[in-house]
T-cell receptor, first 113, second 114 residues
Framework: GAGVSQSPSNKVTEKGKDVELRCDPI?????LYWYRQSLGQGLEFLIY????????KSGLPSDRFSAERTGGSVSTLTIQRTQQEDSAVYLC???????????FGEGSRLTVL | KNQVEQSPQSLIILEGKNCTLQ??????????LRWYKQDTGRGPVSLTI???SENTKSNGRYTATLDADTKQSSLHITASQLSDSASYIC?????????????WGAGTKLIIKP
């Protein structure tokens, strides 16, 4: 597709379960970001991938959060043993190398009951 | 500490009116300043990107200004439409090896009333 694709768009899970969120960036974009946005709040940086370089994981809130990017394209954000405070919209963005512009997906809304 | 502060936190105006949103930052040095529009339930969409040497940039009815000396930016919306109702986010990019670090403001929530 032409834009950043995220799935699932909505996920409801029970506390303690693991979840996986997927991001398919724009083809050719080597930089990829994950952000978290709680209701009514600003974007919180989670992790950044750039090509084959080691990712910047400085924004991950706990060791329950991890992310990988296979083949420099699709990325998966995994949250283990989910907690209610993990409920938020998880946004993925890829960056155009030439302009520096970020293109966001529509997000994955996670609700932990 | 690198910070981006936006004001007002929220704003309600009548359709057809103009408005100006403010962004003050303490980020130094910086590579560029961006304004994003985020509709409810959607991902942010880029409106403008300005480097430190640019004073103004327009995108249709949206005009962003930048004063790098006072570290202030504004986003002016002309002849507002109902579809302008959204959050507007100011973002400052910090230079680095990969030029990736972005400092995000909390956004201004704009509501346009008919």
């Amino acid at each position: 597709g032409a834009g950043v694709s995220q799935s699932p768009s909505n996920k409801v899970t029970e506390k303690g379960k693991d979840v996986e969120l997927r991001c398919d960036p724009i083809s050719g974009h080597t930089a990829l970001y994950w952000y978290r946005q709680s209701l009514g709040q600003g974007l919180e940086f989670l992790i950044y991938f750039q090509g084959n370089s080691a990712p910047d994981k400085s924004g991950l809130p706990s060791d329950r959060f991890s992310a990988e990017r296979t083949g420099g394209s699709v990325s998966t954000l995994t949250i283990q043993r989910t907690q209610q405070e993990d409920s938020a919209v998880y946004l993925c963005a890829s960056r155009d190398r030439a302009t520096g512009e970020l293109f966001f997906g529509e997000g994955s809304r996670l609700t932990v009951l | 500490k690198n910070q981006v502060e936006q004001s007002p936190q929220s704003l309600i105006i009548l359709e057809g009116k103009n408005c100006t949103l403010q962004c003050n930052y303490t980020v130094s040095p910086f590579s560029n300043l961006r304004w994003y529009k985020q509709d409810t339930g959607r991902g942010p969409v880029s409106l403008t990107i300005m480097t430190f040497s640019e004073n103004t940039k327009s995108n249709g009815r949206y005009t962003a200004t930048l004063d790098a000396d006072t570290k202030q930016s504004s986003l002016h919306i002309t002849a507002s439409q109902l579809s302008d109702s959204a959050s507007y986010i100011c973002v400052v990019s910090v230079p680095g090896d990969s030029n990736y670090q972005l400092i995000w403001g909390a956004g201004t929530k704009l509501i346009i009333k008919p």
